[in-house]
């Protein structure tokens, strides 16, 4: 623990010491000052979960820095409108910064509306400089919204006024907005997925499941979403929650608004995959859509059964550590990992919740390190300690398990192939594999 802050302590646990008794790690509050989280900023949790909305402008009130942050970096895919993939941005300068900025953010909005007059939905986004300045981006959204008669939604997202899991709560309330004034009655059977950015096309595989096991997908937030599907969200039954971290707020604002019942659910892994099919018609009602779900599942895990028996051979006892987003993916890959005989032995996540933590601590083995809003530091520490074969992560994990001569699994948006479902267990297993056991690790010296 030598280069651990005392500050952090409290957020790191070693099973050895709890005994998985759910011992309560310190989770789900702001970064420590000068620990140099792994975190993004307030923006960019808003703008992950805005982004894929495919037929929505984004215009980003700040400096052309914050705007670099874009599809370019999340790579949801779209089956129609593509604008999602620009970003707009007011550019603040100087003079900007000291007479204020809201001139131009209100001829942002009439430039896009004269070049763009079919846009439907803008967001805005208030950057860190914009929440220093005090800009009234609220005002402006409203007096652009009824000129253009369009929603123009504020999103009050200073990188510095709260953690990542702030922007992800500004963000789903910028989607409840959209959502409120089009209450309607709820048509039976039917669900929306909501924390499914269609990552490699991942949303298009969970929705061709239920097409299979007969159940409705209204809308995916936000992945694939288009303006006209999430006006006709309110609609459904039952919200499924995949990536918890970013979206239970969502669900729990759509239980309150439309009395909308919602489950958590992972399609990471065999077992994940069928126990949330299972569960999502269970929870419909629909005995037809479980026996269909049933049925599907063990032939695809039938399927699987050779392939997996072939590459635990060569899996078989390697260490893994895992820093990911949310609490849910973390404990579908440590499940997935121990499929193929991959001990975890350094689990972590940005924005885990104390349930999922203790989830985790019932699932890994009696030496796991276990880290909440973990640094590079940290990270380097226990990685080198327990003996880490691979580090799963997203894009700020990978250059430091590259400098430490250990193979990397990309799970985060960056990546070009989807992980989710069973599609995503060949993938992933292929992955992990020729990662692992790649022998340019035998050429690697780390100083
Ligand atoms: S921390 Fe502030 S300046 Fe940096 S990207 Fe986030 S909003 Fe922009």
């Keep these: 623990m030598g280069n651990i802050l005392d500050a952090r302590k409290n957020s790191i646990l070693f099973k050895d010491d709890c005994g998985g008794q759910g011992s309560g790690i310190c989770c789900d509050s702001d970064s420590v000052s000068g620990a140099v989280s ?21 215009i980003i009130h700040g400096p052309i ?6 599809w370019d970096i999340r790579g949801s895919l779209t089956s129609g409108e593509d604008i999602y993939r620009n970003s707009f941005s007011t550019d603040l300068q100087e003079t ?19 070049a763009h007059r079919s846009a439907k939905l803008i967001f805005i986004y208030a950057t860190c400089i914009v929440g220093v300045i ?7 959204c409203r007096t652009k919204s009824a000129q253009y008669e369009i929603p123009v939604i504020p999103v009050k997202s200073p990188g510095f006024s709260g953690n990542k899991s702030t922007g992800y709560r500004m963000a789903c309330d910028a989607i409840m907005e959209v959502l409120c004034p089009h209450k309607t009655e709820k048509k039976h059977g039917t669900i929306n997925i909501l924390g499914d950015f269609n990552l490699a096309g991942e949303m298009w595989i969970i929705k061709n499941y239920f097409k299979k096991i007969g159940i409705e997908v209204i809308c995916g937030f ?10 006709r969200a309110p609609g459904a039954s039952l919200n499924i929650v995949q990536c918890a ?7 729990q604002r759509m239980e309150e608004e439309f009395g909308i019942p919602y489950i958590k659910v992972s399609f990471f892994g065999v077992e994940d995959t069928t126990a949330s099919l299972v569960r999502v018609a269970e929870a419909l009602g629909d005995e037809a859509a479980r026996e269909k779900a049933v049925m599907f599942c063990m032939e695809e895990t039938e399927k699987l059964q050779g392939f997996l ?3 635990t051979k060569s899996l078989k006892g390697k260490k893994a550590a895992i820093y990911v987003g949310g609490g849910f993916k973390a404990i579908s890959l440590i499940r997935q990992f121990a499929v193929v005989g991959i001990q975890t032995v350094l689990v ?11 989830v985790i601590e019932s699932l890994v083995d009696q030496d796991t390190v276990i880290l909440d809003d973990a640094n590079p530091a940290e990270l380097e520490t226990f990685m080198k300690e327990k003996g880490a074969d691979i580090l799963v992560g997203g894009v700020k994990e990978r250059p430091l398990a590259y400098k430490l001569g250990v193979a990397f699994c990309d799970h985060n948006h960056e990546r070009k192939h989807p992980l989710a479902g069973f599609e995503g267990v060949y993938n992933f297993t292929r992955e992990i594999d020729r990662s692992i056991n790649n022998p340019v690790w035998e050429y690697v010296k780390v100083l």
Excluded: W
Excluded at 245 to 251: I, P, R
């Design 38 to 58: 792994q975190r993004a900023c307030v923006y960019c949790g808003a703008r992950v979960v805005l982004n894929p909305i495919t037929d929505a402008y984004h």
């Design 65 to 70: 820095g914050c705007s670099s942050y874009t």
């Design 96 to 114: 900007d910064i000291i007479f204020g900025g809201v001139r131009k953010l209100e001829a942002a909005v009439d430039e896009l509306m004269n």
């Design 134 to 140: 005090g800009d009234d981006v609220d005002a402006v």
């Design 222 to 231: 936000t992945g694939d979403a288009r303006y006209d599907d999430m006006c």
């Design 245 to 251: 971290g970013s979206s239970t707020y969502l669900a």
């Design 309 to 311: 028996a072939k590459y």
């Design 348 to 358: 972590g996540t940005q924005t885990g919740k104390k349930e999922e933590y203790e």
